[in-house]
């Protein structure tokens, strides 16, 4: 993270001021196992000195940011000029617990009729 850090302040002038390294967030994939959304906050001071304005930059440098975030990570960069849509995080909770609610529903279902066909198959 620091490296990243390192690149960016070479690349943009802004300066890494914090690293938050995620390791609490996951999902819940059966009562056994979890999946861990391994992650991290990095915070900038974006602010040139010199000036004392804030550094501001184009689609153009976050696209460059992605892919330079890509390569000192050493992670697998996405598509370029995706036209994918981004979920917000409330939403997408929102869309998980109804998701979830939904394979209850069915669990609940299939449950009744498993045991209303073995009752029959006693009678």
Same mark, same amino acid.
């Given at each position: 993270?620091?490296? $990243?850090?390192?690149?960016? *302040?070479? %690349? ?14 996951? #999902? +819940? ?9 391994? *992650? %991290? *906050? $990095? #915070?900038? /001071? ?12 184009? +689609?153009? /440098? =976050?696209?460059? #940011? ?12 996405? &598509? #370029?000029?995706?036209? %994918?849509?981004?979920?917000? *995080?409330?939403?997408? +909770?929102?869309? =998980? %617990?109804?998701?979830? &609610? &939904? ?9 009744? &009729? ?10």
């Amino acid at each position: 993270m620091r490296r $990243l850090g390192d690149v960016l *302040h070479k %690349a943009y002038r802004i300066n890494l001021i914090q690293i938050h390294i995620h390791r609490d967030e996951g #999902v +819940r994939l059966d009562d056994t196992n979890v999946k861990i959304n391994h *992650h %991290a *906050h $990095l #915070v900038f /001071d974006w602010q040139n000195k010199t000036t004392g304005k804030i550094v501001t930059i184009g +689609r153009a /440098d =976050m696209s460059k #940011v992605q892919t330079l975030t890509a390569e000192t990570l050493e992670m697998e960069r996405g &598509q #370029v000029n995706s036209k %994918a849509e981004r979920l917000e *995080h409330g939403d997408f +909770r929102k869309a =998980m %617990a109804a998701l979830d &609610q &939904q394979i209850d529903e069915k669990k609940t279902t299939c449950s009744k &009729q498993s045991s209303s066909c073995s009752n029959q198959s006693k009678t």
